[in-house]
DNA sequence: AGTATGACGTCTC
DNA sequence: AGAGACGCCATAC
């Protein structure tokens, strides 16, 4: 609320509040979405400052690997799986089991696939 | 005001 | 095919 900085953050906010529960997304499937390519840093960073808008589901959003890099930035290290876990996807060495399987693209949007 | 770094991904050697 | 460097935009010091 500081600041109207809906050039990047706020976007990225938008797309990671319409993953459907027990989907997940990736920081580059996003940033590819939102048309940069290479900003997925951008969007692992935008959900580092997501605590500043409530209802963001970032325990959703890994890397292309399936990875729960950023679980470490959570209330807890683990709380990251369990909340994916509690969605019914099965989280193994912090990497996500069948990934490509729980895969969300915000391009289906689009696609209305 | 400038430098360094970050929850990533792709290109290049 | 494996390893290294770069790019993206913003925040922090």
Do not use: C
């Amino acid at each position: 609320m500081r600041k109207n900085k809906e050039n990047y953050f706020d976007l990225v906010y938008q797309v990671v509040m319409l993953i459907p529960k027990g989907r997940v997304t990736s920081y580059g499937a996003i940033a590819n979405y939102l048309g940069i390519k290479s900003g997925a840093r951008m969007v692992g960073y935008a959900m580092n400052a997501s605590h500043t808008m409530p209802g963001i589901p970032a325990h959703r959003v890994v890397n292309r690997e399936g990875v729960l890099t950023g679980k470490h930035h959570f209330s807890s290290p683990s709380r990251m799986q369990e909340l994916l876990e509690l969605e019914g996807i099965r989280v193994e060495k912090d990497k996500i089991l069948n990934f490509e399987e729980y895969f969300w693209d915000p391009i289906e949007l689009e696609q209305e696939g």
